[in-house]
C-alpha cells in the first residue's frame, strides 16, 4: 500500500528547495527556486551547510502567484484521531514560502495585487480545519473503499485513488502529478469535520467516528454561490459519515447534503434576508437531473429532505423543485417536504417525529454498510439527501436524529446495546453524541457562513431554550456582517485555491489585476457619511438636553427622517455597498419572484 512521507526536513537555500524523509535519505525532493523544476535526485550531499533547515509534516502544493510560485507546506499537526486503522491528523498550522526571493521585477501595482492574493490563501488555510492521513484514504466512504479496494487500486497512490470531489489541493498538487515517484510527497487534504471517539457500554467498547467532507466542485460563501451549476454540482454539499467500529466489525452510515439543485441566487444587497430569486430561462430539469444521475449513480436510491418554508419566498423555491422532480420522474429518488419553521413553530421541536416516522421505512430500506474482517455482510443501498436554504440549521438537526437512529440500529446490531435498550440512555455516549453532532454543525456552518451554526442548544441538549434564541440572534447578527461586508473577499480566496481562478505573471502588465480596488466615488461615501452624522446627532438630541423644547423635538425630527432616507437609500443600493467577488464574473442580483 502506497503512504505518504511522514518525516519530511526542508532545506531551503537561495536556489533550491531540498526536501528530504528521513526514512529515505538516499533520495531527494529538489524545487528549483529559479527554473521552477521539481524532480528526485540521488542524495549525494548537494545541500550546502548554510542552508535553512526545518522539519515539516507534508506538502499541500505549489500555487503560482503575481511573483512567482509558492510552496505551500504543513508545519503543525494534531492527531485528531484513528479510522479503521489509520491515523487522522488535523493541520494546526502552514507556510507559505515564495521561490522568489525579493519583489524588485514588480510594480508598485503588481506588489499590491500579490499581497492580496497570499492573503487570500492564508484566508482560507487558516478556515478550520483540514485534514489528512498518510496512510488511510479519508476522502472515500468504507463502502467505496470496499468497492473500489482491488490490489490494482491499492497499489495506487493516495492521490491518485482518492475521491478528487473532496481533495482540497488538488489544484496545488498539479506539479507533482506528472511523475508518478513524486506522488509520496504529494498530501491530498479533505475540508470538513473530523472527530473519532473511544466509547464504552456496560463494558463494550467500541469507536465512533464522524467524517464529513466538503465538496470542491461548487465552493463558495453563503450568498454568493446558490443552487447548481450546469454539470449539476450543488453549493455546500457536503458527505457525512458515520462509522462504529468494534473488534474486526465496522459500519458505515453515509447521508449528504447540498444547495438546492436549479438554478437560484440570492445575492446579498444589505438586506437581512435577501430573498431567493429563482433564474428565469434556464434549463432547471437539465441541472436536477444531472444532479441525481450521479447521486444514485455514486450512492443508490436518493429520499431529497426538503426543509424549507412552503409559503413566500422558499415556498415558491420548494414548489418548484417539486414540480422538476415530477417532472423528471426518476424512479430512484422519492421527495419529502416538510416546513421545519411551521412545524416546529414555538420551540415545539418534538414534532420533528412527524418527519421521522415519515422517513423510518427508508432507513430500513437502506440499512447501512457492514463489514467484517474486511468482508462485507451488507450495504447501504440509498442516501438521504437532506436541505434548506443554506443546508446548515434546519439540516444539522435532522441529519443528527437520523444519525442517531442509526447509531441505535448499528449498535443492536454489534451486540454492543441490548434490543430492549435505548441510546439516549447511555449517558456518556448521548452526550458524546450530542457534542460532536453540534461541533460539527458548527464547523460546517462556520466554513459556509463565517459562523457557527443557529439550533445547536437543540443538538446539545435535546431541547430548545431562551439562552439558545439569544446565541441564535448573535450568531444572526455577524453573519448579516460578514455576509455583506466580508465575504466577497472569501469567496475570491475559495476560487483561488480550487484554481477556479488561476494567476498569469503578466497581471497587472498586460492587463489589469481583477484585485485592485477600483477608487469608488465620492458620491458613494456620501450615504454612509449621512448616516452616521444622522445617528450621531439624533443621539444627541435624545440624550444631552434636560428638557426637550419645541426646537429640540423638530431637531429629533429632523435627524430622525434623514436618518430613515438614508438607510432608505442606502439599501436602495445596496449591492454597491456590498463587498463583491472580483476574480469570477457574478450576475447581478435578479428581482424577487412575484
Not at 430569486?277 to 434556464?282: D, F, I, K, W
Not at 453524541?433 to 443557529?454: C, E, P, R
Request: proline share 5%.
Amino acid at each position: 500500500m502506497s503512504r505518504i512521507h511522514d518525516d519530511l526536513i526542508l532545506h531551503i537555500t537561495t536556489d533550491k528547495f531540498f526536501i528530504e524523509s528521513l526514512s529515505e535519505q538516499q533520495v531527494l525532493l529538489v524545487i528549483d527556486r529559479i527554473t521552477h523544476d521539481v524532480n528526485l535526485q540521488p542524495n549525494g550531499g548537494q545541500i550546502p551547510p548554510i542552508a535553512s533547515r526545518k522539519p515539516i509534516h507534508g506538502i499541500l502544493g505549489i500555487l503560482n502567484l503575481v511573483s512567482g510560485p509558492y510552496l505551500i507546506v504543513v508545519t503543525k499537526k494534531v492527531r485528531q484521531g484513528s479510522v479503521c486503522g489509520g491515523e487522522i491528523w488535523r493541520i494546526l498550522e502552514t507556510e507559505i514560502i515564495s521561490f522568489s526571493r525579493a519583489e524588485h521585477h514588480l510594480t508598485p501595482t503588481q506588489m499590491e495585487a500579490n499581497r492580496k492574493y497570499t492573503a487570500m490563501v492564508q484566508q482560507v488555510l487558516s478556515t478550520p480545519y483540514f485534514y489528512f492521513s498518510y496512510s488511510y484514504d479519508i476522502s472515500h466512504t468504507r463502502q467505496r473503499l470496499d468497492v473500489l479496494g482491488s490490489r490494482d487500486f491499492y497499489q495506487k497512490s493516495l492521490f491518485e485513488r482518492s475521491d478528487k470531489r473532496f481533495v482540497w489541493n488538488k489544484h496545488l498538487l498539479q506539479p507533482f502529478l506528472s511523475n508518478p515517484k513524486l506522488h509520496s510527497y504529494a498530501l491530498p487534504v479533505i475540508h470538513g469535520f473530523v472527530s473519532s471517539n473511544p466509547c464504552s457500554i456496560s463494558g463494550h467498547r467500541f469507536t465512533w467516528s464522524i467524517i464529513s467532507r466538503r465538496s470542491t466542485e461548487r465552493v463558495g460563501t453563503r450568498l454568493f454561490v446558490r443552487g447548481a451549476d450546469q454539470k449539476g454540482h450543488v453549493a455546500n454539499y457536503v458527505e457525512t459519515e458515520q462509522i462504529v467500529e468494534v473488534g474486526g466489525d465496522v459500519t458505515s452510515f453515509v447521508q449528504t447534503r447540498g444547495s438546492i439543485p436549479l438554478f437560484w441566487q440570492q445575492k446579498p444587497n444589505l438586506k437581512y434576508k435577501p430573498p431567493p430569486t429563482l433564474e428565469p430561462h434556464q434549463a432547471h430539469a437539465d441541472a436536477y437531473a444531472k444532479h441525481f444521475q450521479f447521486q444514485v449513480s455514486t450512492y443508490g436510491r436518493q429520499v431529497i429532505v426538503n426543509l424549507v418554508d412552503q409559503k413566500k419566498s422558499e415556498g415558491r423555491l420548494e414548489s418548484s423543485l417539486k414540480q422538476i422532480h415530477q417532472q423528471v420522474g426518476n424512479k430512484d429518488v422519492s421527495y419529502e417536504a416538510f416546513d421545519f419553521h411551521k412545524e416546529c413553530s414555538k420551540m415545539r421541536w418534538d414534532r420533528l417525529s412527524i418527519l421521522m416516522d415519515r422517513l423510518a421505512q427508508y432507513e430500513e430500506q437502506f440499512e447501512y454498510f457492514h463489514s467484517r474482517n474486511d468482508t462485507a455482510l451488507k450495504r447501504q443501498s440509498g442516501v438521504f439527501r437532506t436541505n434548506c436554504i443554506d443546508c446548515l440549521d434546519r439540516t444539522n438537526v435532522v441529519q443528527s436524529m437520523l444519525a442517531r437512529r442509526n447509531l441505535q440500529a448499528a449498535l443492536v446490531s454489534l451486540g454492543i446495546l441490548p434490543e430492549t435498550a435505548r441510546i439516549e440512555n447511555q449517558i456518556s455516549v448521548e452526550q458524546l453524541f450530542k457534542t460532536v453532532w453540534a461541533d460539527h454543525a458548527d464547523m460546517i456552518s462556520i466554513q459556509y457562513t463565517g459562523t457557527g451554526a443557529l439550533k445547536t442548544d437543540f443538538t446539545r441538549t435535546g431541547q430548545r431554550t431562551k439562552m439558545g434564541l439569544l446565541e441564535d440572534g448573535r450568531r444572526s447578527a455577524i453573519r448579516y456582517f460578514k455576509n455583506n461586508f466580508a465575504d466577497g473577499f472569501r469567496q475570491d480566496s475559495l476560487d483561488l485555491f480550487v484554481g477556479n481562478h488561476v494567476v498569469t505573471p503578466t497581471e497587472g502588465v498586460t492587463y489589469e489585476s481583477p484585485v485592485i480596488q477600483e477608487k469608488k466615488d465620492t458620491r458613494y461615501l456620501a450615504l454612509p457619511v449621512a448616516l452616521a452624522l444622522s445617528l450621531s446627532m439624533l443621539a444627541l438630541s435624545l440624550t444631552l438636553p434636560a428638557q426637550y423644547s419645541t426646537n429640540i423635538l423638530i431637531s429629533i425630527l429632523f435627524w430622525a427622517g434623514m436618518l430613515g432616507l438614508s438607510v432608505h437609500l442606502m439599501l436602495k443600493n445596496g449591492p454597491d455597498y456590498v463587498d463583491q467577488p472580483k476574480l469570477l464574473h457574478t450576475k447581478p442580483a435578479l428581482p424577487p419572484l412575484i
